[in-house]
């Protein structure tokens, strides 16, 4: 069963510090990962795609990675700013008919001043 | 870029209502489109599959005499709730698929509350 694991499900940082988010998956056959942040009470907006060639990306602050034998990614964020916080959810694209998606359940993420 | 919209944002309704959602691809054209659900601090649950002239691919468990699905168009598609009730309240949230995309990327578009009194 194709499925796709977030860790940790809610951090709290201190502005201006980093975090990582972790995100395994077992989706096979694997197309592509991508990293949403979704705002409260918004829809996703995409921050990074990769496919299994791509090791990682970068999007202003954010960073992914991805492990494509391990199966695992990361997101990285530096230097947090209040607006982040966010939750993060990560989603892979089984290549296969309808390229279909599944998500991880998110990770919350809650800067304070 | 790919822009999605959602109408309304926000729909609060008596039960026994029924209630449409519309979803368009503002900037681009799309084949299909998908319908989302998400209910407080869970991730987004896919309920259906639109495809432009034909009819939707309900996911197992998604009653489809209950959220009715139309794709008219290649920038349209809605969904109706009908008869809701209070456990149909929920963030519906759409997708469109822009094939243009090398990776066929899906967007988002901003979701719609519905409270179902």
């Known amino acids: 069963k194709n499925q796709v694991e977030q860790s940790p499900q809610s951090l709290i940082i201190l502005e201006g510090k980093n975090c990582t988010l972790q995100?395994?998956?077992?989706?096979?056959?694997?197309?592509?990962l991508r990293w949403y942040k979704q705002d409260t009470g918004r829809g996703p907006v995409s921050l990074t795609i990769?496919?299994?060639?791509?090791n990682t990306k970068s999007n202003g602050r954010y960073t992914a990675t991805l492990d494509a034998d391990t199966k695992q990614s990361s997101l990285h964020i530096t230097a947090s700013q209040l607006s982040d916080s966010a939750s993060y959810i990560c989603?892979?694209?089984?290549?296969?008919?309808?390229?279909?998606?599944?998500f991880g359940g998110g990770t919350r993420l809650m800067v304070k001043p | 870029g790919a822009v999605v919209s959602q109408h309304p944002s926000r729909v609060i309704c008596k039960s026994g209502t029924s209630v449409k959602i519309e979803c368009r691809s503002l900037?681009?054209?799309?084949?299909?489109m998908f319908w989302y659900r998400q209910f407080p601090k869970q991730s987004l649950m896919l309920m259906a599959t639109?495809?432009?002239?034909?009819?939707?691919?309900?996911e197992q468990g998604v009653e489809k005499d209950k959220f009715l699905i139309n794709h008219a168009s290649l920038t349209l598609s809605t969904l109706t709730v009908t008869s809701a009730h209070p456990e149909d309240s929920s963030f519906y949230i759409c997708?469109?698929?822009?094939?243009?995309?090398?990776?066929?990327?899906?967007?988002f578009g901003p979701g719609t509350r519905l409270t179902v009194l």
């Open positions: 997708s469109a698929r822009d094939v243009r995309s090398s990776y066929n990327e899906q967007f």
């Open positions: 995100c395994n998956y077992t989706v096979s056959p694997f197309s592509n």
């Open positions: 990769m496919t299994f060639s791509e």
């Open positions: 989603v892979v694209s089984g290549n296969n008919a309808g390229n279909m998606l599944t």
């Open positions: 900037d681009f054209q799309a084949t299909t």
């Open positions: 639109s495809n432009e002239g034909s009819k939707a691919t309900y």
